[in-house]
């Protein structure tokens, strides 16, 4: 059984049930969600396809002194040309498309997955929160305030100094913006938790002799989708641009690794010199995280149609 009232926040219980179709529904109803969602399969088939798309073009990750003159690219715009459809590097040599490309896999999987455990992590304690209640509620909810007031990105510069090159740099920033990501998705689903807690067919179930368990992954855990996925799908751009900034202060993605970051931050002591150097890794960042954010508004907007109306 279940209540047919929407949630507190406007989210209808059955909405979340079906995120391809909310999806699916977001896409067609307008045209630039539609034209973000291109934009983020376009990305997403660039970085899982990076090896492809480079030998495709003829390069690699190689540096290349031949394609420099005193260190800055031979020819116009950067050296853009067939051979070298971004342009290059300046003092490497290296191909712009083929770090462009394979900064687009490092980027998205450090942003996928850290939003997968920061969701995980947020979901699993916000909810045994909300409905446990008690000294481990008051301990959740002191937690999250701590985490969110802490300077978090000061914190994050200094841990990926000390930290040994040895240790995979991918897999340290996706724990560590995961830990960081959690409080957010926790007052959430703790929120809504507690608000359907209260409802009658949560009572029900208790009177007709569901136990804790059955009621919470039962009753509570299918009403809470609709949340969880839009919280998570608005998360993701958020964890690309961290990624990215640590890369561009030197302390995220370490060489030879590509990384949207670092190819940005060498690009900025060339931009007076030739600004097309930073015109690519820039605008791929950049759309990147603005798709992301539509086709999450767009999602939020089809599971939580009173959203429309926000301001």
Known sequence: ???????????????????????????????WTFTCAVIVVVIVL???????????????????????????PIGSLG??????????????????????????????????????????LGV?????AGYLGGW??????????????????????????VTPIQFPRQLLMIVVLGIFGWPRVARIVRAQVLSLSKRNF??????????????????LLPNLWAPIIVVGSLSIPAMIGSEAALSFLGVGVLPPTPSWGRTISRAIDWF?????????????LFLVTLAFNVVGDGIRDELDPRSKGRA
């Open 136 to 161: 481990w509620d008051r301990l959740v909810t002191w937690s999250a305030d701590v985490f969110l007031g802490f300077p978090s990105l000061i914190f994050m510069i200094a841990l990926g100094a």
């Open 202 to 219: 949560v009572a029900a179930a208790k009177a007709m002799g569901g136990g804790s368990w059955h009621v919470f992954t039962k009753q």
């Open 124 to 128: 699993l304690i916000g909810a045994s």
């Open 272 to 284: 007076e010199t030739d600004p097309m150097y930073l015109v690519f890794p820039g605008l791929a």
């Open 46 to 72: 660039m970085a899982l396809g990076a090896d492809l798309w480079v030998s495709i073009e003829g390069q690699n990750l190689d540096p290349d002194i031949h394609n420099l003159t005193n260190g800055v």
């Open 1 to 31: 059984m279940s209540d047919p009232l929407p949630l507190d926040g406007g989210v209808a219980p059955t909405a979340a049930r079906s995120l391809p179709a909310a999806l699916w529904r977001a896409i067609r109803a307008d045209k």
């Open 79 to 120: 050296g853009v040309s067939g051979s070298h459809w971004f342009g290059v590097e300046p003092l490497t040599g290296i191909d712009l498309f083929a770090l462009v490309a394979h900064g687009a896999r490092v980027s998205l999987l450090v942003g996928l997955a850290s939003t997968l455990l920061a969701t995980f």
